[in-house]
């Protein structure tokens, strides 16, 4: 079972997301059963940011001076799923979901459900420096949001 504690300090995501425990809890219900993580207890926090204070993170845990679309904090290097476990932490920036500011809320909430489970995919272990990790991790990210979308939408 995943537990997700999900911190807002960006007002503007309240616009398009009413719920928002509600929204990433049931994108994690509708994973394919490999991340479910039955009879195991794996929790992760969620922030929901902005531009501006993401790109303070990034600059202090990446030394890159930019905002960013997402950042993911994995706990551990190698993450052992035992009984109860903590596998890290995910910022989303609400700036970049809402581009173009037109996009209606189901692209909106799209765009997240796909750049929620890229930064889930970094907690449990994947990565894409090099060429083969980034079409291993591409092909996974498309085989998650194709079971998420077919039971969400």
Known sequence: MIKINVFSEEKAWSKRLKNKEFFFKKICQTFPKKYKFLNREVSFSLLLSNNLNIKKLNKNFRNKNKSTDILSFPFAKKTLISKKTYIGDIIISYNFMNKP????????????????????????GFDHIKDKDYKRMLSEEEKIYKSVISKIN
Do not use: A, D, Y
Request: hydrophobic fraction near 40%; proline fraction near 0%.
């Open 101 to 124: 500011r037109s996009q209606n809320i189901k692209n909106f909430k799209e765009k997240v459900i796909k750049t929620f489970i890229h930064g889930f995919l970094h907690l449990v």
